[in-house]
């Protein structure tokens, strides 16, 4: 049998017709000018003018139609799925190199955010038990993170979310984690053992993706753990390769 043609929406084409249109005359154009170009009706035209309006997808100016913000807020939507992919990806081709689970985290509007993470079975994330926002003094993550920040930020941050002690290896003492993040090299991975989970140890590269605070991040179960210090090394020495391919659009 042969396939079916697909069902298209007359309307939607049209309005799309029109999008364009209104894309070829800078100035903008009338609604008698965008009929004709667009090959419409003049009532068909006025109707779906008024309502791409409406949505924020035009805007009237003198008499003449513009694009609105709703059309940039679509490309700025696809510029962010695009650049999600290629973090997913990357983080795929991470763990399958260094046979570990692999996580993308920011900082932002003042708060830890994990992006992405890779998994597959053997090598299996962390499980977030404990809200990896508010515990960012007990994972390497967060550690990661909090040590790219100056003073303040860091005082910010600990103001709002007061240490956890999640396991018995937790630093809970504001004062010893700030030396602790003050003592950091910039450039060197941020290890973890089992301070946000028992069983599982971990470690955090620093990375800027634009202006962005960031990091990429690996988790190992313990008995593992001797691994650890050789793959967080093998991490930092591939996420520069890595970056220069990542368009992060916070």
């Known amino acids: 049998m042969e396939n079916a043609a697909p069902t298209l929406i007359g309307s939607v084409q049209r309005a799309l017709r029109l999008l364009e249109a209104v ?27 008024r309502t791409l ?32 992919d290629a973090i997913s990806g990357a983080l795929d081709r991470l763990r399958q190199e260094l046979g570990a689970a692999t996580y993308f985290a920011t900082y932002r509007d003042g708060e830890l955010e994990v992006v992405d993470v890779s998994e597959a079975p053997g090598t299996v994330a962390v499980e977030e038990w404990a809200d990896f926002r508010a515990t ?38 504001s004062t010893t984690l700030l030396r602790r993040l003050e003592a950091r090299h910039p450039g060197r991975p941020v290890l973890e053992q089992q301070e946000y989970l028992a069983g599982v140890v971990c470690a955090a590269v620093p990375i800027m993706v634009g202006a962005a605070v960031c990091t990429i991040a690996l988790s190992l179960p313990v008995a593992q753990a001797h691994r650890l210090p050789a793959t ?3 991490l930092a020495t591939r996420v520069g390769a890595v970056v220069d391919r990542l368009s992060f659009t916070i």
Do not use: F
């Open 232 to 234: 967080a090394d093998r």
């Open 53 to 84: 309006t409406h949505e924020g997808y035009l805007r009237r100016v003198d008499g003449a139609y513009v694009h609105g913000e709703a059309v940039g807020a679509l490309g700025r939507h696809r510029e962010v799925r695009e650049g999600r």
């Open 23 to 49: 894309g070829e005359h800078r100035q903008g154009a009338t609604a008698k000018q965008l009929a004709r170009k667009a090959g419409l009706p003049l009532a068909t035209t006025y109707h779906l003018l």
């Open 136 to 173: 960012g003094n007990a994972h390497a993550i967060g550690q990661c993170l909090l040590g790219q920040l100056d003073r303040e930020g860091r005082l910010d941050y600990l103001s709002r979310h007061r240490p956890q002690s999640l396991t018995r290896r937790t630093v809970t003492d």
